[in-house]
Structures are given as C-alpha cells and as structure tokens.
C-alpha cells in the first residue's frame, strides 16, 4: 500500500513541475514575442530614417538586432533559472 501511495506521490509531483515549466515557458515565449516586436519596429525605423550623414547604418541596424536577440533570448533563460531553482527547493 505505501509503495502505491510513494508512487502516486511521485507521478503528482511529475506533473505539477511539468505544469510549472509550461506555464514558464508560455510566459517566457509572450515577453520573448514582444521583445522580437519592438526590436521589428525598432529596425523599420532604423530603416526608414537612415541618414547619409552616418559613418554605417549598419552599425546601428547591428546593433539594434543584437540587442533584440538579447532582449528575445532573456525570458527563456530567467524562467530556466527559476524552474531549475524551483525544482532543486523540492529536492
């Protein structure tokens, strides 16, 4: 009987930690839409106002996408943290 109860114990534990990292990755994958979003129009303005009095307008399209794939890259490794640091509490 207690080796069924530690059984169910463990199967209930499995899917709550795997609930957790589906809603982190959920909310990870909306902030990381948004960041891709800003970082879009960011570029379209970067575009349509490129000035020839610029050195390289390639230095600031360049750096705008950078900064987009940090900003895009940056939910995912917070929610992994968290969902890492949550999972090893439980230990």
Request: proline share 2%; hydrophobic share 35%; charged share 25%.
């Amino acid at each position: 009987m207690q080796s069924n109860e530690v059984q169910t114990s463990r199967v209930r534990r499995t899917v709550n930690d795997l609930v957790m990292a589906e809603m982190f990755l959920v909310q990870a994958t909306i902030e990381s839409a948004a960041a891709i979003g800003d970082g879009l129009n960011e570029l379209g303005k970067q575009i349509s106002h490129n000035n020839d009095n610029e050195s390289s307008p390639w230095d600031s399209i360049s750096g705008v996408l950078q900064r987009t794939a940090d900003e895009a890259i940056e939910p995912y490794t917070t929610r992994f943290k968290y969902l890492r640091e949550m999972l090893n509490s439980d230990s």
